[in-house]
């Protein structure tokens, strides 16, 4: 059993009845200092509706950001061109034979055969 708020217990017994009656009748309500007034009940109103009203704004702000199909179909177009501009490993390999070609020529007997020849054609 809780506390007993006496006063009730008193008012119960002087009322006429028995003090084990009374004592639990006394046991069941609650002390003045744990029930709420309409005070209390009128600010935690106020509260409960500014928090529902912050609840609201901040799901806003945050749908806000999120982003659209719109936008997203979009960024995916963006990504599907850029890709298709990319050069592929066939194109590197392609590129990589074509700079050994050019860099065998240049680095190899070819200038000194040009050179030979010029030397020759216009100077005897």
Do not use: C, H, W
């Given at each position: ?17 028995s ?43 945050l ?17 599907a ?44």
């Open positions: 059993m809780g506390l007993i708020v006496s006063e009730v217990y008193d008012a119960l017994v002087e009322a006429g009845a003090p084990d009656s009374a004592k639990a009748a006394a046991g069941a309500v609650p002390p003045a200092e744990n029930m709420a007034t309409k005070e209390d009940i009128a600010r935690l109103e106020k509260d409960i509706a500014r928090l529902e009203m912050a609840t609201k704004q901040e799901f806003a702000r749908e806000s950001k999120l982003a659209t199909k719109e936008a997203l179909a979009k960024l995916e177009g963006r990504v061109r850029i890709e298709n501009t990319m050069a592929t490993k066939d194109d590197i390999a392609r590129l990589e034979k074509q700079i050994a070609v050019l860099s065998f020529a240049v680095f190899t007997g070819i200038p000194a055969m040009l050179a030979f020849m010029v030397k020759l054609t216009f100077f005897p």
